[in-house]
């Protein structure tokens, strides 16, 4: 499923676009509430999003896929956006000390190597951050929203994509627990719903939101005359 970058830019300006950005924002800092001196790369649309570390960090980019669309961004600064292919990113390898990825895992076709390219690019002790449609949540079965396109994820599936991409989960938590409706009246209604959602744990919230770290080493069965037996070895990426 295609979304484009008109409509995001169209969904975040719309009231309950505004509240999803505030209640995603807060999840963001609350995993990372500093990024002094770090490089920081947005993949998908997150450019309602990178603002935030734009006072602390180093550098910060925005990485769109080519079939989303690419905007300017900042609006009022040098521009640091750019249309990528989301398996081919124009960075160096372990450049990247922070990779943001919002409307990005589930519109893409190539998840494994979406992942694996994240991984090449992140330094050793970066992290990743994925904020992805529950499968289980009300904003996967709306269209009305960007949450609703593309495939949305079960835990475990994101644990077992993570794994085989060489990430280790380290931190779980959701968020939009509100349902997607528009009335402006009900929106005021988000912080008893993200409340009431994450004291007990419900189950239908909108998004995951996981934090990975990158496996450096992996085991590498070699094979001898005698016996195999597991070494450890820097991991790579095959290109193919």
Known sequence: MLVDVVDLRSFYAQPVGVVARRLLTQAIRERWPRASGMTVAGLGYTTPYLGIFGEEADRTFAFMPARQGV??????????????????????????DRVLAVHALEL??????????????LAANGRLLLIVPNRRGVWARSDATPFGQGRPFSRGQLTELLREALFTPVGWSEALWIPPVTRVPFLRSTIVWERIGRSL????????????????????????????????????????
């Open 108 to 121: 893409t076709y190539y998840a494994p190597d979406f992942l694996r390219e994240i991984w090449r690019v």
């Open 201 to 240: 744990s419900l189950p239908f919230a909108g998004v995951h939101i996981v934090e990975a770290t990158k496996q450096v080493f992996r085991p590498i069965p070699v094979k001898s005359a005698k016996r195999a037996r597991p070494m450890l070895m820097p991991a790579t990426i095959s290109r193919g």
């Open 71 to 96: 905007i300017r961004w900042p609006s009022a600064d040098l521009c640091r956006s750019a249309l990528v292919d989301e398996t081919q990113l124009p960075l160096p390898d372990a450049s990247m």
